[in-house]
Each structure stands twice: as C-alpha cells, then as structure tokens.
C-alpha cells in the first residue's frame, strides 16, 4: 500500500509539473510527454523534477489546511474590521501580489524581442499602458460591463493554472471548465454572502453610477450556470486521481462560503495564485528566489510605501475611505487584465506563431 501511494503520488505531481513550468517552451524549459503518465523534464540547475513536485503538493496542502482554518474561524466569530482587512490585502499585495505580476516585462521580452529587435520595449509597455487605461476608464464608464468581463477573464486565468487536468476535454469545454473552477473566488461569494459582496461592489464603482444591484445579479446568473459546472469539474479531480487538487478546491469552496470576501480572497490570491506564479517564473526563467526578490525589489519597496499610507489612514480613521478602497481595487484590475491578457491569449497566440514559422523553416530546411 505504502508503494502503490508512493508511486501515485510521483505519477500526480511530475505529471502536472507540465502547467507547473508552464507551456511557454520560449522560456528554456523543456518538457516532452510521452504519454498521459510520464513527462521528461529539464529544470534549472537549483531544482529537480521531485523536488518541484514534493513543494507543489506541500504547497497545495498548506493552502487546504489555512482554508479550513480560516474558514473554521470565521464560523466561530472571528471577525477582522474594514480597516485591518484593508491593510492585510495591501501588505500581502504588496509583498507576494506585486513580484507575481511585476516580472511581465520578462514574459515579454521573451515574446516579442526575437520578433522586433530592441522595439520590444515602447511597444510592450506601451500596450500595456493602454490596456490599464482602458481598463480604469471601464470602471468610470461602463461599470457593468468592466465588473462582469474582469470577473470571467479572471475566473479563466486562474481555472487555466491546472490547464492539463482538461487537456483531454474538447476545447471550448475545457475552457468552460477553467471559467467554473478558477471563479469559485467570485461565484461562491456572489450567491452565500450577496449582501457583503454588494457592499464591496457598493465601495469600487463610481457613486454616480448605481449599477450594483445590476452587476449583482449578472454575477449570481453566471453562477448560476457555472457552480454546477465546478462540482461536475472537482468531482472528476477526484475520479482521474488528481486528489490533491480536488481536496483543496473542495477546502476553497468551504472558505469562500463563510469568510468575509476580502479574506477569503487574500489567501488564496497571494497564498496560492500569487505564490505559484512566482514558482513558475523561477524555473522558466532560471532564477532562484533571491534573485526574484532583487528584480521585484523597486516595485515591492513602492508597494509597500502605499500599504504603510493606507495602514496609516486605517488606523487614524474611524471608518476606511471608500475612496481609499475604489481606487486600490481600481488600480490593481486596471494592471491585473494586461497580466491576464499576456499570460493568456497573447502569450499562446505569439507562441503559435513562432511552432509555425520554425515548422516552416524546418520544411524548407
């Protein structure tokens, strides 16, 4: 019994190190699989497969045994205020969230500079300037539409993280798949605490615009639709042998039940998403995690500065300004979509293009 355990535990993790390293072959990693069991994989010198593997899964535990925690606390009354809510998002944003998506510059440098020698920069950041802005004037603009379309292009980020536990399901299925389990952080909360996540919808859209009722009830349709589709989803995690993963969504789904929203969304943003993003950038890119903290350093160090101001006006103020709250969720999806976008859509496509154009070169060769 201890064997076969042994053995299906290798099987599990080194085989889903596939999305762990990621699809972007561009970055220097290496992976070819054989077959729906095995998977070859050339890693940085500092790691071996089973080390990734034995920290994947130690990793994936530790976030299922905080959710229940968390989630067994805020059943038995504890309660953190706005204030200190606030500040535990900002200074986890600050010190995980920020390194996690302020490395894009790498993942496109890697995609672009073969293409457009030393253009890569202004148009790079250029379009990522762009895409920020139309995202924030979304928000002032188009409330509805920004809330709901930031909702589903997040949920699909985040279900594509385990992208080859669904790549034996057609295509626009496993992308159905990824929107239903990588948005239970949104779906769960919409429908088990309406009332508060009203209220923090109520704090990010513009006072002139009263579309949360609207947006509110958008979100709960969605949910509607996609909760059932998340259970068929974990259901067949646990029945392909991808127990871990089950085990731990089952645990989120627990958490975003009964935690406040804000809470809830912290750890598994910055305890999970956040803390895997910063993995895989450390094996595509070779890097330990000291060099991670170096090269994040400027932008952690301002994050940080505006966490001690928002700690400071927390703690000075008898209520959070919902001003305060509008503009850091504001800012931050006006930077997320870009992320999401290049590690979604943009980085695929590019990369399609670059398999066609050396096939071609190969056949002309």
């Not at 042998?241 to 598994?268: E, K, M, Q």
Request: contains cysteine.
């Amino acid at each position: 019994m201890k064997r076969k355990r042994k053995r299906f535990y290798e099987f599990d993790f080194t085989y889903r190190l596939s999305k762990l390293v990621g699809s972007n072959w561009a970055y220097g990693v290496d992976i070819e699989i054989s077959d729906s069991r095995s998977a070859s994989l050339t890693l940085p010198e500092h790691v071996t497969t089973m080390q990734l593997a034995r920290i994947e899964h130690q990793h994936s535990a530790g976030v299922t045994a905080a959710s229940l925690a968390v989630a067994a606390a805020s059943v038995f009354g504890f309660d953190a205020s706005s204030k200190w809510t606030l500040a535990l998002i900002v200074v986890a944003t600050a010190v995980i969230g920020v390194p996690h998506g302020g490395l894009d510059h790498w993942s496109g440098r890697d995609l672009l500079q073969d293409r457009i020698g030393a253009w890569w920069v202004p148009t790079f950041f250029g379009v990522y300037l762009i895409v920020a802005l139309s995202v924030a004037s979304g928000w002032l603009m188009a409330p509805i539409f920004t809330a709901v379309g930031f909702f589903l292009i997040s949920a699909w980020h985040f279900g594509m993280e385990d992208e080859d536990e669904l790549s034996d399901l057609p295509y626009w299925s496993r992308h159905l798949v990824a929107v239903a389990v990588g948005g239970l952080v949104i779906w769960v909360p919409s429908v088990a605490q309406s009332e508060r996540m009203s209220e923090l919808l109520q704090l990010t859209v513009p006072s002139q615009m009263l579309s949360v009722a609207d947006i509110m009830s958008v979100t709960q349709m969605l949910a509607s639709i996609l909760l059932p589709i998340a259970v068929v989803a974990i259901g067949r995690q646990m029945r392909t042998g991808s127990r871990t993963a089950a085990l731990r969504n089952l645990a989120l789904v627990i958490l975003f039940a009964v935690a406040d929203p804000l809470i809830s969304f912290a750890l598994y943003f910055c305890g999970w998403h956040s803390v895997r993003g910063l993995r895989s950038l450390a094996v595509k890119h070779r890097k330990t995690a000291i060099d991670l903290a170096l090269a994040t350093a400027p932008m952690t160090l301002g994050a940080i500065a505006f966490a001690s101001i928002g700690w400071y006006v927390a703690a000075t103020s008898s209520e959070v300004p919902a001003a305060t709250i509008r503009t850091l969720f504001i800012s931050l999806s006006a930077i997320a979509v870009p992320h999401l976008l290049l590690h979604g859509p943009i980085a695929k496509s590019l990369n399609h293009l670059r398999g066609s154009s050396a096939q071609t070169l190969e056949l002309a060769r």
